[in-house]
T-cell receptor, first 113, second 112 residues
Framework: NAGVMQNPRHLVRRRGQEARLRCSPM?????VYWYRQLPEEGLKFMVY????????ESGMPKERFSAEFPKEGPSILRIQQVVRGDSAAYFC???????????FGDGTRLSIL | DAKTTQPPSMDCAEGRAANLPCNHS???????VYWYRQIHSQGPQYIIH???NNETNEMASLIITEDRKSSTLILPHATLRDTAVYYC?????????????FGGGTRLMVKP
C-alpha cells in the first residue's frame, strides 16, 4: 500500500518562473492537505482540499499560490512568479475521512535561484 | 498558534524508554491529542492519538492525565532510528479547518 507520493522531490526554479508540485494521496484517501516548512521553522498549514473542492485555504498566500485536486489525477500546488522567499519544503498529507489522522509524503524541496 | 508546550530537546540512551512530555493545559473537551514525528529530511509521521484513555500501538504508548492537561508519549525501547523531532498537537477531528498546528516540538536524540 503505497504512501503519499510527492514529486518532484527537489525542484529548482529561477525567480519569476512557475513551480508545480504534485501530490498523489494514499489509495482511498479523498482529503488532501498542503503544508509549508520554511528553513529552520515548523510546518504551517496552507490549504485543505477534497476532490474538486477547496475546503479551507486560510493558510495560502493571497497572491501567486493556487491549489487544485481534480476528479482524476494528483493534487497540484502551483506557485506563479516565484520569489526567493518561496524556497521551502512543501509537504502534502492525505486522509480517508476528515476525522482520520493525516499521513504525509516526503515533500518537495523548492529552491529559488 | 500551537496550544501545546514541549521541552525543546531531550536525550535518551539506546534501548531505554523515551518519555516525551507535553503540556496542553487549555485543551477543550472535544480535542484529541495527536503525536507526530519528523525524521530529518522526511515528512511528518503519524504516531498515535487519543482523547482521554491511554492508547498503545506498535510504535508507542500515549498516557493522558486524568485532567487531560498533559500527556506523555512513551517509546518503550528507543533505537537510533527514533532520533527525530516529536510534535504534540491538539485538535478536534473533523473541525472546519482540519489543519494540524505544529509547534516547535521536542528534538529527541537517541544516543548509543
Amino acid at each position: 500500500n503505497a504512501g503519499v507520493m510527492q514529486n518532484p522531490r527537489h525542484l529548482v526554479r529561477r525567480r519569476g518562473q512557475e513551480a508545480r508540485l504534485r501530490c498523489s494521496p494514499m489509495k482511498g484517501h479523498s482529503h488532501v492537505y498542503w503544508y509549508r516548512q520554511l528553513p529552520e521553522e515548523g510546518l504551517k498549514f496552507m490549504v485543505y482540499l477534497q476532490k474538486e473542492n477547496i475546503i479551507d485555504e486560510s493558510g495560502m498566500p493571497k497572491e501567486r499560490f493556487s491549489a487544485e485536486f481534480p476528479k482524476e489525477g494528483p493534487s497540484i500546488l502551483r506557485i506563479q512568479q516565484v520569489v526567493r522567499g518561496d524556497s521551502a519544503a512543501y509537504f502534502c498529507a492525505s486522509s480517508p475521512h476528515s476525522n482520520q489522522p493525516q499521513h504525509f509524503g516526503d515533500g518537495t524541496r523548492l529552491s529559488i535561484l | 498558534d500551537a496550544k501545546t508546550t514541549q521541552p525543546p530537546s531531550m536525550d535518551c540512551a539506546e534501548g531505554r524508554a523515551a518519555n516525551l512530555p507535553c503540556n496542553h493545559s487549555t485543551i477543550s473537551g472535544n480535542e484529541y491529542v495527536y503525536w507526530y514525528r519528523q525524521i530529518h529530511s522526511q515528512g511528518p509521521q503519524y504516531i498515535i492519538h487519543g482523547l482521554k484513555n491511554n492508547e498503545t500501538n506498535e510504535m508507542a504508548s500515549l498516557i493522558i492525565t486524568e485532567d487531560r492537561k498533559s500527556s506523555t508519549l512513551i517509546l518503550p525501547h528507543a533505537t537510533l532510528r527514533d532520533t527525530a523531532v516529536y510534535y504534540c498537537i491538539v485538535r478536534v477531528p473533523d473541525n472546519a479547518g482540519n489543519m494540524l498546528t505544529f509547534g516547535g516540538g521536542t528534538r529527541l536524540m537517541v544516543k548509543p
